[in-house]
C-alpha cells in the first residue's frame, strides 16, 4: 500500500536521552524504529483575552515572520501583554476548529505559571500528540542509544 503524504525523520543518538521522539517515523541509534501515525493534529488554544485593544501593527508583523523554523520571541517587562498577543495570534492564525494551514502538525500551548519545569512542557507536548504515549526512561537507563 502506497502512502502519499509526506514522512517526517527523526534521528537521536544522545545517550541521556530520556524524554521520547513525536513524529511519524523515528530512528533511534542502535536500530530502534517506529511508525506512529497522528491521528489528528493538536490544536491547543488558550482562553483568549475578553478584551484585546490596539496591538494590530506588531501582529501584522508577527503574523508576516511566522513560518515553520522561525523562532519569534516577545520581550518586555511583566504586564506589558506579551501572552495575550501571543494567544491573540494562535486565535487568528486558527480561528476554526482546525490547525493553520502553515502549521498542518497543530499548535502545542503549555503554561508555567502553574507547571514550571521543561520537563513537564516536553511531557505535555508528548502527550499532546499520542495521549497515550508511555514514560519508558526508566527501561532505557543503562542501555546505549
Given at each position: ?42 490544536l491547543q488554544r488558550p482562553l483568549r ?28 517587562p511583566g504586564g506589558l501583554g506579551k ?20 502549521f498542518p502538525d497543530g499548535i502545542v ?37
Amino acid at each position: 500500500m502506497e502512502d502519499n503524504h509526506e514522512k517526517k525523520i527523526y534521528r537521536l543518538s544522545s545517550p541521556q536521552l530520556q524524554i521520547g521522539v513525536v513524529g511519524d517515523y523515528a530512528h533511534i541509534e542502535g536500530g530502534v524504529h517506529f511508525y506512529h501515525p497522528i491521528p489528528q493534529p493538536p490544536l491547543q488554544r488558550p482562553l483568549r483575552p475578553m478584551y484585546f485593544i490596539g496591538r494590530e501593527m506588531e501582529i501584522d508583523e508577527i503574523l508576516n515572520y511566522l513560518r515553520p523554523g522561525r523562532i519569534i520571541t516577545l520581550c518586555g517587562p511583566g504586564g506589558l501583554g506579551k501572552t495575550a498577543i501571543a494567544v491573540e495570534i494562535i486565535w487568528r492564525l486558527s480561528p476554526d476548529d482546525k490547525p493553520p494551514i502553515v502549521f498542518p502538525d497543530g499548535i502545542v500551548s503549555h503554561s508555567f505559571y502553574d507547571k514550571s519545569g521543561t520537563g513537564l512542557a516536553l511531557e505535555h507536548i508528548i502527550r499532546s500528540f499520542d495521549p497515550q504515549a508511555q514514560d519508558i526512561s526508566g527501561v532505557m537507563k543503562g542501555r546505549a542509544v
